[in-house]
């Protein structure tokens, strides 16, 4: 894991805290991080599903399960990071942590997000339960728009109406129908043969997006903070988010506010058991430490850029495992969604690029002319 100060590979100047990232041991871990959470539909319907590859014939379980998932996901991470704390002797850094309300907001936030996205898994197609989610890093920017008065640009406003868009197509209020005419229509498909309570995990998903820009825009703070110190809190947090979460869904689901099959009603099979196992170890303590590790060691616009991949994981989960056709909607939206999320990162990277070189050049030519003018001394004398 990455150490306080990490040196190695192609390094460039953190925060101005002395803090120096390396970007292709973050680039490595993203990809990591990014493979494990594209898993999650996989591991969800495993370990929850009465057949895993036939959402029609339910859970073995309340929908809360879904939120309870994720519990046991940040969990394993929390006993991962404080065992981790111990193995490299950080007891020491962990006690000297400064704990913000950056870093207790950035676990909140990531629990939250995590547990709507695990449920929406449960509830609607892979297909639009990950696009949606991936809605958050353009709102992120949106955010920072609103709460740090950063500016955004021409191109910024454009992606994100490209993804407002591309959720319309999403969920089918914009689009083309059967016989290929454009259609505009507000009345939500709330059931579908395959997924009858798919409007109930659309919304779960667009929430899982909101908040998934809510950790990001948290996460972009206090990078001066170790790695594996700040992930302690991040897990704690982010554990017991998603236990509220469980715990209103199933408070919901007993007291009659909402319909009885939001109540937990755990009766999970071995098969289920080992399919949650899986989850928090691959989804959990594994994906998500690399993405602590890759949040510290990239550029924003790295780190958003390369998490897409976890996109085309899932969706080739959703295709292959479980037999989920793209429909022409969803591949208009995901292609608006993405790509409004994709672009500002990839120029951001174009930039960054383009900055070290100027710096590296600068540098090189301070350098050249002190040895030049060091010369010219010594002649003199």
Not at 95 to 111: C, D, E, F, Q
Not at 274 to 294: H, N, R
Request: hydrophobic residues 50%; glycine residues 12%.
């Amino acid at each position: 894991m990455a150490d306080n100060k990490i040196t190695s590979g192609s390094a460039q100047s953190g925060d101005g805290t002395g803090f120096e990232m390396d970007r292709k041991w973050g680039t490595i871990a993203m990809l990591i991080s990014a493979t494990g959470m594209g898993l999650v539909p996989l591991f969800s319907r495993w370990g929850t599903r009465t057949d895993m590859f036939d959402g029609t014939a339910g859970l073995n379980a309340g929908d809360s399960v879904g939120a309870l998932m994720a519990v046991g996901r940040m969990t394993m991470g929390l006993i991962f990071f404080v065992a981790l704390v111990f193995i490299t002797h950080k007891v020491g850094v962990f006690k000297k942590l400064k704990v913000t309300p950056a870093i207790i907001l950035g676990g909140v936030m990531i629990g939250l997000s995590l547990a709507c996205y695990v449920t929406a898994t449960l509830l609607t197609s892979v297909a639009n339960s990950v696009l949606f989610i991936y809605t958050g890093p353009v709102l992120c920017i949106l955010f920072a728009r609103i709460f740090r008065k950063e500016p955004m640009s021409i191109l910024q406003w454009v992606c994100l109406a490209a993804v407002i868009v591309g959720t319309l197509f999403g969920n089918n209020i914009v689009g083309f129908n059967e016989s290929g005419a454009f259609t505009v229509s507000f009345s939500l498909e709330m059931s579908t043969p395959d997924y009858p309570q798919k409007g109930i995990g659309d919304i779960f998903g667009l929430l899982s997006g909101v908040f998934y820009g809510l950790s990001m825009f948290f996460n972009g703070y206090r990078k001066d903070a170790d790695t594996t110190a700040r992930g302690v809190w991040n897990f704690l947090a982010a554990a017991l988010a998603a236990l509220v979460v469980t715990l209103a869904m199933n408070f919901m689901g007993e007291s009659g506010i909402v319909p009885s099959n939001w109540a937990l009603n755990l009766h999970l099979t071995p098969f289920n058991w080992i399919g949650a196992v899986l989850l928090w170890i691959f989804s959990g303590a594994v994906a998500l430490g690399f993405l602590l590790v890759a949040g510290r060691n990239l550029p924003a616009a790295d780190y958003g850029t390369i998490a897409y991949w976890e996109v085309p994981v899932a969706l080739f989960i959703g295709l292959v495992i479980f037999g989920e056709a793209l429909t022409i909607n969803t591949i208009i939206g995901g292609v608006l969604i993405i790509g409004g999320g994709a672009i500002p990162a990839i120029k951001g990277i174009i930039e960054g690029a383009k900055h070290e070189k100027e710096v590296e050049i600068r540098e090189n030519l301070s350098a050249r002319l002190e040895e030049e003018a060091r010369k010219e001394d010594l002649d003199l004398r």
